[in-house]
């Protein structure tokens, strides 16, 4: 949300956990989710120092619910602290304050989940950048990260060629970090389907797919202009997605449509259409035949 200092000073009681600094002629100010202090600098461009976004996948506990007791987290922070404070990361840093990214990376791997990073460099819709560049080129220099987001959502900005460069030009010292491109929609006002992750797995399990991330078994895509693509990824894995995209997934993706219609015609119209049904389950069965019945 965007936030006005007049709506600050009407709501007195909430708790933004702001320190505001030379905002004389700033017209409003960012408020990230677990976003801490925010300032404007000498370079005339608002950076938010927040924490930035950090997902967590197949974690067998909420990381969120964690920071609950109050208490033990803090203490936490406070070891992250020291510890940082005798590493070799950027000058720029506040380790008090990186101390919370890498709680939640920690957390993440404590609860047996991939963490993954999203959008470096993410210019947000003033054209500015949004959160810390230190911090994320920090993470991704020397966290223990799985996987870093290439290609964003395009109505905010986080296709900008910075966003993968940043990736791909900052490699992690513990591992490759698995590409990964998404709509990032968190409503329903977003682009949906022209960003989207291939992960290559041994079979259709969850472990497998988590195993497949860590292993940096992903290729990120861009749908671009003209059925063209983009493609983040192994060379290997790209010139594989980019086989499947040109001669397996058009015929595929059509019989799936059909399937999808004639499931829901005979939902709305309570009507059977098994017949139907089959003769496209049998094309879709051929067609993967095709390619793979022998391998």
């Not at 799985?146 to 992690?172: C, R, S, Y």
């Not at 992750?197 to 969850?206: L, M, N, P, Q």
């Amino acid at each position: 949300m965007k936030i006005t200092p007049n709506v600050v000073a009407q709501n007195s009681t909430v708790k933004y956990k702001l320190s505001l600094k030379n905002t004389d002629n700033i017209a409003s100010v960012e408020v990230l989710s677990r976003g801490d202090y925010y300032h404007k600098d000498s370079l005339d461009f608002i950076i938010a120092l927040g924490n930035g976004h950090i997902l967590s996948i197949h974690a067998n506990k909420s990381i969120e619910d964690q920071r609950k007791d109050t208490e033990k987290y803090e203490a936490e922070l406070q070891h992250i602290t020291q510890a940082l404070k005798n590493k070799d990361i950027d000058k720029n840093i506040d380790p008090s304050h990186y101390a919370k990214n890498i709680w939640v990376i920690n957390k993440i791997k404590e609860a047996e989940g991939v963490a993954i990073l999203a959008h470096p460099n993410w210019v947000y819709r003033d054209g500015k950048y949004h959160l810390h560049q230190a911090f994320y080129k920090e993470m991704l220099k020397s966290s223990h990260l799985d996987g870093v987001e290439v290609f964003g959502e395009e109505k905010i900005k986080e296709h900008n060629n910075m966003t993968h460069l940043t990736a791909l030009q900052t490699p992690n010292k513990h591992k490759y970090l698995a590409p990964f491109a998404n709509s990032d929609a968190h409503d329903s006002d977003h682009e949906v389907g022209e960003r989207f992750t291939i992960v290559f797995v041994k079979e259709k399990s969850a472990s497998s797919i988590i195993t497949a991330i860590k292993g940096g078994l992903t290729c990120a895509i861009f749908k671009r202009e003209n059925d063209e693509h983009q493609f983040i990824g192994k060379d290997a894995l790209a010139q594989y997605v980019y086989f499947l995209i040109k001669e397996y997934y058009p015929k595929h993706t059509s019989l799936k449509s059909r399937l999808a219609k004639l499931y829901f015609d005979q939902l709305i119209n309570d009507e059977k259409f098994d017949r139907k049904i089959q003769i496209v389950k049998q094309r879709l069965e051929s067609h993967t035949n095709n390619f793979w019945a022998n391998t």
